[in-house]
């Protein structure tokens, strides 16, 4: 059925693809370009676009400052604390309701509502549960006879709010996909797997985890390079700061600091490839460690 | 070991998939369920195996009742249609799968795997993957699976029917000489009543989740209880025809030949004036002597391997016939077939349910007799 590809046919490829390519070319791969560009930027006068000198001082000035480190530090911190239990715990509720739950129609329409609703709204409800004397979680807490929590005010407490807000946001998203990935596994397995006597735990772990490991890959890699780049939770819940005492402050914070806030485009550019190698080094990671235990059909 | 089933019904929403279905299945014996699909077989196979629960009745293993016991604990060895191999596992790790299940010592698992593995022929595939093998080879696989955790049942839905036609022959002597190698309780689903008609010891024929017919093989070929039993077995199908009441015999066809009929022992049935007979085309023979039952012309002619098919016209009906292709036979030619007083089915217009003539009924309870000793 494939054409062998001539030239015309190439070329008409591309032209059918030209629109899309036009797009992206100038709102994503020349931005991208020029950033990675800026950041070799040592001496740049921007109201002119004159630069007057190249160089590596960007990236030592970076490694130099104590907040860029608190920044790397804090999305590190924010990416094993949020990815790990979203995704089980993703996993665990799209298994449940994919056992036929009742009310099942109910379910999906909550939990696609962090979904679909602006991160700006989640936060300003989220930053009232957090709320240290009116919240709704200090006052679940009281119940135990836990004493109010400053939550969103505490340094030691607003990671951990941070990442109780994001794993909740991401549920929705998560527990889409690991459906879509369930419904797409055959029931004879599992009928099979009865038939030779493996309980509804040993269904879960010889059947269900290898067959959705494809699903459970591509949701951890989604998840990992969202967590590396969270931003906008940050300033919605924290009301434009990066927590209190920088405690929130994340790379992609850092970068809006320096960008919009300091003007220092270098510096910003600089710390946007850093996040960039960041994440490319942890996907290739992922691909190489994927390429072994994930079964493909 | 001895499975009985006691009046099993099996309802979805609307439909009755299985309908108060009583039968035994004997020790080491191999029973076929057959019928056309959608008549509730793998339903009957889902009952036995627990991954369905009855809506009412009684499943017995043995004697415990096992009705309510769930699929895992019931101990049963199954082959369904689409194999259901494991597509991660590799073919050692698919047959190690029960033992697995069980607990069994790795080593000891392998072992077994590997034994089972060779009964079924399929030692040297043992690395590759499911997706890796041919129809055939998975269908071993399948089979091996089943069986490597030493059931008591064998339960195979339709392993047959996604293989061709060659491999389907070979592999069904397959199955029967590990069955019987084995000596194991085997439940075979199929749709082909060839299929089903080899390598049985007893055939359950049904439809609409009522069993139509419950005996061995030949015997439901030869003495088929109603006319659904007897239209769906046999290769060409069995010639069915009309005759109707004259005064001095049973006109065939709106012909001007008559039949004798013989009187019926159920004489409850007290309109006869219209009956349904059905002839094997198989027990026709071309005769000269006088001794013809159906006279007609032929309308066509086809060899089909060393046999001889014809269609003969008599009245307003044909039948097909086998004959034996010595006969110089033209299309075209007045032809006389006979057939033998016992190769007659005579059938209830009405009901469909067979008519045992009177003369005959000692005959069939010897013959009877003489098949359950065979
Ligand atoms: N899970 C089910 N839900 C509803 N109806 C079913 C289900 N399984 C089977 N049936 C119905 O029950 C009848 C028998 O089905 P089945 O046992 O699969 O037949 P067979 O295996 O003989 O082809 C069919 O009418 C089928 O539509
Ligand atoms: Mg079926």
Same mark, same amino acid.
């Given at each position: 059925?494939?054409?062998?590809?001539?030239?015309?046919?190439?070329?008409?490829?591309?032209?059918?693809?030209?629109?899309?390519?036009?797009?992206?070319?100038?709102?994503?791969?020349?931005?991208?370009?020029?950033?990675?560009?800026?950041?070799?930027?040592?001496?740049?006068?921007?109201?002119?676009?004159?630069?007057?000198?190249?160089?590596?001082?960007?990236?030592?000035?970076?490694?130099?400052?104590?907040?860029?480190?608190?920044?790397?530090?804090?999305?590190?911190?924010?990416?094993?604390?949020?990815?790990?239990?979203?995704? #089980?715990?993703?996993?665990?509720?799209?298994?449940?309701?994919?056992?036929?739950?009742?009310?099942?129609?109910?379910?999906?329409?909550?939990?696609?509502?962090?979904?679909?609703?602006?991160?700006?709204?989640?936060?300003?409800?989220?930053?009232?549960?957090?709320?240290?004397?009116?919240?709704?979680?200090?006052?679940?807490?009281?119940?135990?006879?836990?004493?109010?929590?400053?939550?969103?005010?505490?340094?030691?407490?607003?990671?951990?709010?941070?990442?109780?807000?994001?794993?909740?946001?991401?549920?929705?998203?998560?527990?889409?996909?690991?459906? #879509?990935?369930?419904?797409?596994?055959?029931?004879?397995?599992?009928?099979? #797997?009865?038939?030779?006597?493996?309980?509804?735990?040993?269904?879960?772990?010889?059947?269900?985890?290898?067959?959705?490991?494809?699903?459970?890959?591509?949701?951890?890699?989604?998840?990992?390079?969202?967590?590396?780049?969270?931003?906008?939770?940050?300033?919605?819940?924290?009301?434009?700061?990066?927590?209190? #005492?920088?405690?929130?402050?994340?790379?992609?914070?850092?970068?809006?600091?320096?960008?919009?806030?300091?003007?220092?485009?270098?510096?910003?550019?600089?710390?946007?490839?850093?996040?960039?190698?960041?994440?490319?080094?942890?996907?290739?990671?992922?691909?190489?460690?994927?390429?072994?235990?994930?079964?493909?059909? | 070991?001895?499975?009985?089933?006691?009046?099993?019904?099996?309802?979805?929403?609307?439909?009755?998939?299985?309908?108060?279905?009583?039968?035994?299945?004997?020790?080491?014996?191999?029973?076929?369920?057959?019928?056309?699909?959608?008549?509730?077989?793998?339903?009957?196979?889902?009952?036995?195996?627990?991954?369905?629960?009855?809506?009412?009745?009684?499943? $017995?293993?043995?004697?415990?009742?096992?009705?309510?016991?769930?699929?895992?604990?019931?101990?049963?060895?199954?082959?369904?249609?689409? $194999?259901?191999? $494991?597509?991660?596992?590799?073919?050692?790790?698919?047959?190690?799968?029960?033992?697995?299940?069980?607990?069994?010592?790795?080593?000891?698992?392998?072992?077994?795997?590997?034994?089972?593995?060779?009964?079924?022929?399929?030692?040297?595939?043992?690395?590759?993957?499911?997706?890796?093998?041919?129809?055939?080879?998975?269908?071993?696989?399948?089979?091996?699976?089943?069986?490597?955790?030493?059931?008591?049942?064998?339960?195979?839905?339709?392993?047959?029917?996604?293989?061709?036609?060659?491999?389907?022959?070979?592999?069904?002597?397959?199955?029967?000489?590990?069955?019987?190698?084995?000596?194991?309780?085997?439940?075979?689903?199929?749709?082909?009543?060839?299929?089903?008609?080899?390598?049985?010891?007893?055939?359950?024929?049904?439809?609409?989740?009522?069993?139509?017919?419950?005996?061995?093989?030949?015997?439901?070929?030869?003495?088929?209880?109603?006319?659904?039993?007897?239209?769906?077995?046999?290769?060409?199908?069995?010639?069915?025809?009309?005759?109707?009441?004259?005064?001095?015999?049973?006109?065939?066809?709106?012909?001007?030949?008559?039949?004798?009929?013989?009187?019926?022992?159920?004489?409850?049935?007290?309109?006869?004036?219209?009956?349904?007979?059905?002839?094997?085309?198989?027990?026709?023979?071309?005769?000269?002597?006088?001794?013809?039952?159906?006279?007609?012309?032929?309308?066509?002619?086809?060899?089909?391997?060393?046999?001889?098919?014809?269609?003969?016209?008599?009245?307003?009906?044909?039948?097909?016939?086998?004959?034996?292709?010595?006969?110089?036979?033209?299309?075209?030619?007045?032809?006389?077939?006979?057939?033998?007083?016992?190769?007659?089915? $005579?059938?209830?217009?009405?009901?469909?349910?067979?008519?045992?003539?009177?003369?005959?009924?000692?005959?069939?309870?010897?013959?009877?007799?003489?098949?359950?000793?065979?």
């Amino acid at each position: 059925m494939l054409e062998k590809p001539t030239w015309k046919s190439t070329l008409r490829g591309f032209l059918y693809l030209s629109p899309a390519l036009l797009i992206l070319i100038t709102f994503n791969i020349y931005p991208i370009i020029r950033s990675f560009l800026m950041s070799f930027y040592t001496d740049y006068d921007y109201f002119n676009d004159v630069v007057h000198a190249f160089g590596l001082d960007n990236f030592i000035t970076i490694f130099q400052d104590p907040s860029f480190l608190t920044a790397l530090k804090n999305t590190g911190v924010f990416v094993i604390g949020v990815v790990p239990i979203s995704i #089980a715990l993703s996993l665990g509720i799209a298994v449940l309701l994919n056992n036929k739950l009742k009310l099942a129609g109910f379910f999906r329409t909550i939990y696609f509502l962090p979904f679909v609703t602006s991160v700006v709204a989640v936060a300003i409800v989220w930053s009232w549960i957090f709320h240290s004397d009116y919240g709704l979680f200090n006052y679940l807490l009281s119940w135990f006879g836990i004493d109010p929590i400053a939550w969103l005010n505490d340094p030691k407490y607003a990671m951990p709010s941070l990442i109780i807000l994001s794993i909740w946001k991401g549920l929705g998203f998560n527990i889409i996909i690991f459906l #879509a990935g369930l419904q797409s596994i055959g029931k004879q397995y599992y009928l099979a #797997a009865k038939v030779d006597g493996a309980s509804a735990w040993s269904r879960f772990t010889n059947i269900t985890l290898p067959l959705l490991s494809p699903t459970i890959f591509f949701v951890s890699i989604i998840s990992i390079i969202n967590g590396f780049k969270v931003f906008d939770e940050v300033f919605a819940l924290f009301n434009g700061r990066p927590g209190p #005492a920088n405690s929130a402050l994340t790379v992609v914070y850092y970068i809006y600091q320096k960008f919009y806030e300091e003007w220092q485009f270098g510096l910003a550019s600089t710390a946007a490839f850093v996040l960039f190698i960041i994440i490319f080094i942890f996907t290739i990671i992922q691909l190489i460690i994927g390429r072994r235990f994930v079964h493909y059909n | 070991m001895k499975i009985r089933l006691d009046q099993l019904t099996m309802k979805f929403d609307e439909t009755t998939a299985v309908n108060n279905l009583s039968t035994t299945i004997n020790d080491g014996e191999l029973v076929s369920l057959l019928g056309p699909s959608g008549c509730g077989k793998s339903t009957t196979l889902m009952l036995l195996s627990g991954l369905y629960k009855p809506t009412s009745g009684q499943i $017995y293993f043995g004697n415990q009742d096992v009705t309510k016991w769930d699929a895992e604990k019931r101990g049963i060895g199954m082959v369904f249609q689409n $194999y259901a191999l $494991y597509p991660h596992l590799s073919v050692l790790k698919n047959i190690m799968f029960p033992l697995k299940m069980q607990k069994v010592p790795k080593k000891e698992a392998m072992e077994r795997a590997k034994e089972m593995a060779d009964l079924v022929q399929i030692g040297h595939l043992l690395d590759r993957k499911p997706g890796q093998l041919s129809g055939g080879q998975q269908q071993r696989v399948a089979i091996a699976r089943a069986l490597v955790k030493k059931p008591n049942v064998l339960l195979l839905d339709e392993p047959l029917s996604n293989l061709d036609a060659r491999l389907r022959l070979e592999m069904r002597e397959e199955i029967r000489r590990i069955q019987q190698e084995v000596g194991i309780t085997a439940v075979f689903v199929t749709h082909d009543q060839e299929e089903a008609l080899s390598i049985s010891d007893r055939v359950m024929l049904m439809k609409d989740g009522i069993i139509q017919q419950d005996s061995m093989p030949q015997w439901m070929y030869k003495h088929p209880e109603n006319e659904f039993v007897a239209s769906f077995l046999g290769n060409p199908p069995i010639n069915l025809l009309t005759i109707v009441k004259k005064a001095n015999g049973y006109q065939i066809g709106n012909s001007d030949q008559l039949l004798n009929v013989p009187a019926f022992t159920l004489p409850k049935e007290d309109n006869l004036d219209v009956i349904h007979i059905g002839v094997r085309p198989e027990d026709f023979f071309v005769t000269t002597n006088g001794n013809q039952t159906f006279t007609g012309k032929i309308i066509h002619i086809e060899t089909i391997g060393r046999d001889t098919l014809i269609r003969m016209e008599i009245g307003d009906t044909t039948i097909r016939a086998l004959v034996d292709p010595q006969h110089d036979l033209q299309v075209g030619d007045t032809c006389r077939l006979g057939v033998s007083d016992t190769n007659i089915h $005579y059938f209830n217009v009405e009901s469909g349910q067979r008519l045992h003539p009177v003369e005959r009924s000692m005959e069939n309870a010897r013959e009877t007799n003489m098949e359950e000793h065979a």
